[in-house]
C-alpha cells in the first residue's frame, strides 16, 4: 500500500510540475487576471483535457481513484508531453504492466558477459545494471573516469561518480548538462520500478551529498536512455569527443553493455553475445 501511495504522490507532483510549466497563451487562452502561480491553473488544464475539474484536483493530490487510459492520454495532451513523458505517466497511474510487477532480486551477471568489456580493450566498456552499478569494466575505463572504483565494500556507481565525485566535474566537459540528463533518466527508472528500494536508496544518497540533485530534482524531468556523443577530458589527454553506443545483455534487461570509442564523424558497431538497442546511458 505504502508503494502505491508513493506512486500516487509522485504522480500528482508530476501533473503539477508539467502545468507550472504551460502559460495560457501557448493554448490560446486569455491571462487578464494577476495569477499566484506559474502556468495553467487546475480547472484551466481540466478544461483542456476535457474532464472534471475536482477530478483532475484529485489526481494532483494524490487520491486513490482510477482514471482511464483516455484520460490519462487526454491529459498527456492538454499537457503537450514528449512521448518518453507520456509513458512515465501511464506508469505513475499504474497503467504499464511492467511498473507494477513484483520486484525480484537483481539477476547475477553471467561471466561470458563480464569477460566482454575485457575484450573491447582499448576501449572503454562496461557493463551497468537499472541503478547504474558497475558489475564489469576493462581498464581502459579506469583511464577515462579516474576514481570510478574507489575500493568500497559496493560496486562502483556512475550516479555517484557523477554527482558525488569532484574528479568528474573536470571529465566530462559539459558536466551540467550530462548530469541533469542523467538524473532525469534515473528518475524514469525509479518511475518504473515504485518502492524499489534500490533506486530508493540511490536517490537518497543523491539528495544527501549533491546540491544540484536536491535542486534539479523537484523539476521532475524524466528522459530516456539514447546513446550519442560525449565530451571528455582524460587526464593528461584534452578534451576528446567519445561516441557510445549502449546494448541491452540478451535475457537480462537491466544489463546494459556501454562501449565507447574516439568519434571519428560516426559511431563505432560492436557485436557478439548482446541484444542491440538504440538506447544508452
Known amino acids: 500500500m505504502a508503494g502505491a501511495q508513493d506512486r500516487r504522490t509522485e504522480l500528482g507532483a508530476f501533473l503539477r510540475s508539467r502545468r507550472e510549466r504551460i502559460t495560457p497563451r501557448e493554448v490560446g487562452l486569455p491571462s487578464t487576471r494577476r495569477r499566484r502561480t ?28 482510477r482514471v482511464s487510459d483516455q484520460v490519462l492520454d487526454a491529459i498527456a495532451a492538454a499537457l503537450r508531453l514528449a512521448p518518453h513523458e507520456h509513458d512515465h505517466l501511464l506508469r505513475l497511474a499504474g497503467r504499464a504492466p511492467a511498473a507494477g510487477a513484483p520486484e525480484r532480486a537483481p539477476e547475477s551477471l553471467a561471466a561470458e558477459v563480464a569477460a566482454v568489456p575485457l575484450l573491447l580493450q582499448p576501449h572503454p566498456a562496461y557493463v551497468i545494471d537499472g541503478t547504474y552499478d558497475v558489475l564489469s569494466h576493462n581498464p581502459a575505463v579506469e583511464e577515462v573516469f579516474p576514481r570510478l572504483s574507489t575500493g568500497a565494500d559496493r ?34 527508472l525509479a518511475g518504473a520500478h515504485p518502492g524499489d528500494p534500490r533506486y530508493t536508496r540511490l536517490v537518497e544518497e543523491l539528495h544527501l551529498g549533491s546540491p544540484e540533485v536536491r535542486a534539479w530534482w523537484p523539476r521532475f524531468d524524466v528522459e530516456q536512455r539514447r546513446g550519442g556523443h560525449k565530451r571528455l577530458r582524460p587526464p593528461g589527454r584534452g578534451v576528446i569527443t567519445y561516441a557510445y553506443t549502449a546494448f541491452h545483455v540478451a535475457g537480462q534487461p537491466e544489463q546494459t553493455l556501454v562501449i565507447y570509442a574516439e568519434s571519428d564523424g560516426g559511431a563505432d558497431r560492436a557485436g557478439g553475445g548482446v541484444r542491440g538497442a538504440t538506447d544508452g546511458v
Open 155 to 188: 560496486p562502483p556507481n556512475f550516479a555517484r561518480w557523477v554527482f558525488l565525485e569532484p574528479v568528474a566535474r573536470e571529465i566530462l566537459v559539459d558536466w551540467e548538462p550530462e548530469a541533469q540528463g542523467l538524473l532525469a533518466r534515473i528518475r524514469t
Open 38 to 65: 506559474p502556468g495553467l491553473r487546475r480547472e484551466e488544464l481540466a478544461l483542456l483535457a476535457g474532464m472534471s475539474a475536482t477530478w483532475y484536483t484529485y489526481l494532483e493530490q494524490g487520491r486513490d481513484i
